[in-house]
């Protein structure tokens, strides 16, 4: 199986700095994507960043410029550097990877962590 846990949620004012982490775990050949997602009340799941096994990225365009996905491979880690937070962003955020756990797997199965909870006061 494939395990992963986040880290780094809480409450921080406006304007504030917090960064996520996220550790997968378990059977794991390789990853090819790793990201977060975020789902805030009343509303559906949104993508916030992804980044793929070259290094590129992508993100939601209401945090471009504030935030910053990162990973490191050899760890099987992702992180999310969340700067100048704004109460729009408060929502539980969720890490995904895709996981190919055996060298004969052509593509990864998504996996999903239990989520963090980020709330920016105003």
């Known amino acids: 199986q494939v395990q992963l846990v986040e880290s780094g949620g809480g409450l921080m004012q406006a304007g504030g700095s917090l960064r996520l982490s996220c550790a997968a775990s378990?059977?794991?050949?390789?990853?090819?994507?790793m990201g977060w997602y975020r789902r805030a009340p009343g509303q559906r799941r949104e993508l916030v960043a992804n980044i793929v096994s070259d290094g590129n990225t992508n993100y939601l365009d209401s945090v471009k410029g504030r935030f910053t996905i990162s990973r490191d491979n050899a760890k099987n880690m992702v992180y999310l550097q969340m700067n100048s937070l704004k109460p729009e962003d408060t929502a539980v955020y969720y890490c995904m990877a895709l996981v190919r756990r055996r060298i004969s797997d052509a593509y990864g199965d998504e996996y999903w962590g239990q989520g963090t909870q980020v709330t920016v006061s105003s």
């Open positions: 378990g059977s794991i050949f390789g990853i090819d994507a």
